[in-house]
């Protein structure tokens, strides 16, 4: 695992982390990190899991490491509707 955790931009204590997301500017620093991500590809597909079922695998991974979605509050969707509803009812009323 400790080659894991110098993927994801662990480093040493002293380097600020890795902003994800961000571009990387030189071509050297890009040279750097194609050759980590071929390392890493190349380690999940020798793994036996992935071997065996790999959709399987790409599941299990992404249950475990993936936060749970946030449920939407239900009662701003009621407060909404209920509104729209009023304001048909006071057009048909002024039109009559």
């Given amino acids: ?3 894991a955790a110098a993927g994801h931009g662990g480093g040493g ?3 600020r ?3 994800i997301g961000h571009s990387v500017g030189t071509l050297k ?3 750097v990190i194609a050759a980590r991500e071929q390392e890493r590809v190349a380690k999940v597909v020798a793994h036996p899991l992935y071997q065996q079922d790999p959709i399987q695998a790409i599941t299990n991974h992404l249950n ?3 936060p749970e979605a946030p ?3 239900r009662q701003a969707k009621q407060g909404a509707k209920s509104s ?3 304001g ?3 057009k048909h009323a002024m039109q009559e």
Avoid: E, F, I
Wanted: hydrophobic fraction near 20%; glycine fraction near 8%.
């Fill in 13 to 15: 204590g002293a380097r």
């Fill in 71 to 73: 449920t939407p509050p």
């Fill in 64 to 66: 475990a490491t993936l």
């Fill in 29 to 31: 620093q890009r040279s």
């Fill in 1 to 3: 695992a400790p080659a």
């Fill in 84 to 86: 729209k509803r009023k």
């Fill in 17 to 19: 982390p890795r902003k």
């Fill in 88 to 90: 048909k009812g006071s």
